[in-house]
């Protein structure tokens, strides 16, 4: 795209450069190329900008540079500048609503036409899946389980009964939300009682509203008393995320 365009996808201004220029890419200071924009927002990487290959840099709007040979953009945040221009080099891929052919989904699990099911995913009984979520290979929805609109939950990931997750979140690889815990009762006859742990795991959106950003989620329990909430937490690590990141 050209200068001018990047420039206003990334609410910035053109302080120097030919509004022309062709910008292909964007990257780091140490890593951009030709063609490609970078930015600098921590003064500590400014040694870094005399070596850089980029032709277009974003700048917060004090921040001078000894560089006459590459176009800057002024930028009130030039990290959220930069960030802009990448969603716009590398876009989310669109859904495409389809169920693949090795899914299992229960007959009493509500699934909206406009999702993705990938492969081998498992949604059971009572489950909810609103529009727009993507769920990748291997995944396994548990009964009673709630997906909110927009939600992408990546493969091998497990949501364990009676959960709930909120809109436009991302769970990665591997994470298990809702993990059974290791909580036990010693009894007279010195045997081990296991606890149950009733509580409802909940993963949310902080706001309701369409611009929330998807990194924005709260972990919380729900239902039960404060006694039971803290011994779920204990014993559950609130509600077990592994390896968790919101994007």
């Given at each position: 795209m050209k200068l001018s365009e990047l420039a206003k996808?990334?609410?910035?201004?053109?302080?120097?450069g030919e509004p022309t220029l062709e910008i292909v890419s964007a990257a780091g200071l140490d890593l951009a190329q030709k063609g490609e924009v970078t930015f600098l927002a921590n003064p500590k990487y400014t040694s870094q900008v005399a070596a850089t290959n980029a032709s277009a840099i974003f700048l917060a709007t004090d921040t001078a540079i000894e560089r006459g040979d590459i176009a800057v953009l002024r930028a009130k945040d030039p990290y959220l500048a930069y960030t802009k221009a990448l969603r716009a080099f590398f876009p989310e891929p669109a859904l495409t609503p389809f169920v693949h052919s090795s899914a299992v989904i229960d007959p009493t699990a509500s699934v909206d036409p406009e999702t993705e099911i990938h492969a081998n995913a498992v949604i059971g009984p009572n489950a909810v899946i609103e529009k727009g979520v993507r769920i990748l290979p291997n995944v396994t929805i548990y009964e009673n389980v709630r997906v909110g609109e927009g939600t992408t939950i990546h493969s091998g990931v497990s949501v364990r009964e009676n959960c709930e997750i909120g809109r436009r979140c991302t769970i990665h690889n591997n994470t298990t939300i809702g993990s059974d815990g290791f909580g036990?009762?010693?009894?007279?006859?010195?045997s081990w009682l296991k606890i149950p742990q009733p509580a409802v795991s909940s993963l949310r959106t902080m706001s309701r509203s369409e611009r929330t950003p998807r990194s924005t989620v709260l972990l919380s329990e729900r239902r039960g008393s404060d006694a039971e909430q803290r011994s779920t937490t204990s014993s559950r690590s609130g509600i077990h995320v592994r390896s968790m990141r919101t994007h």
């Amino acid at each position: 795209m050209k200068l001018s365009e990047l420039a206003k996808i990334a609410d910035s201004t053109i302080e120097s450069g030919e509004p022309t220029l062709e910008i292909v890419s964007a990257a780091g200071l140490d890593l951009a190329q030709k063609g490609e924009v970078t930015f600098l927002a921590n003064p500590k990487y400014t040694s870094q900008v005399a070596a850089t290959n980029a032709s277009a840099i974003f700048l917060a709007t004090d921040t001078a540079i000894e560089r006459g040979d590459i176009a800057v953009l002024r930028a009130k945040d030039p990290y959220l500048a930069y960030t802009k221009a990448l969603r716009a080099f590398f876009p989310e891929p669109a859904l495409t609503p389809f169920v693949h052919s090795s899914a299992v989904i229960d007959p009493t699990a509500s699934v909206d036409p406009e999702t993705e099911i990938h492969a081998n995913a498992v949604i059971g009984p009572n489950a909810v899946i609103e529009k727009g979520v993507r769920i990748l290979p291997n995944v396994t929805i548990y009964e009673n389980v709630r997906v909110g609109e927009g939600t992408t939950i990546h493969s091998g990931v497990s949501v364990r009964e009676n959960c709930e997750i909120g809109r436009r979140c991302t769970i990665h690889n591997n994470t298990t939300i809702g993990s059974d815990g290791f909580g036990y009762a010693k009894t007279p006859e010195k045997s081990w009682l296991k606890i149950p742990q009733p509580a409802v795991s909940s993963l949310r959106t902080m706001s309701r509203s369409e611009r929330t950003p998807r990194s924005t989620v709260l972990l919380s329990e729900r239902r039960g008393s404060d006694a039971e909430q803290r011994s779920t937490t204990s014993s559950r690590s609130g509600i077990h995320v592994r390896s968790m990141r919101t994007h």
